[in-house]
C-alpha cells in the first residue's frame, strides 16, 4: 500500500475503528485493511438471514 493510500485509509476509518484490526494484524496496515473489508461482507451476507430468523421467531405464537 503506497503512502499516499495509508493516508487516506487512516483518515476515512477513524483509529479506533481500526485499532482492533491492526492490533489482530501485527500493525500491518494493508492486512487490516483486508480484514475489515472480509468482515463488512461476512456481516452484509448474514443480516438477510438473521432478519428472516427475527421475523420467524417473531411471528410465532
Do not use: F, K
Request: hydrophobic residues 45%; charged residues 25%.
Amino acid at each position: 500500500m503506497q503512502p499516499a493510500q495509508r493516508e487516506l485509509v487512516e483518515r476515512a476509518l477513524s483509529p479506533e475503528r481500526l485499532g482492533p484490526y491492526r492490533r489482530t494484524c501485527d500493525d500491518d496496515l494493508a492486512a487490516a485493511v483486508a480484514l475489515y473489508q472480509w468482515n463488512a461482507e461476512i456481516s452484509a451476507a448474514l443480516v438477510t438471514t438473521i432478519g428472516h430468523v427475527e421475523v420467524l421467531l417473531a411471528a410465532r405464537p
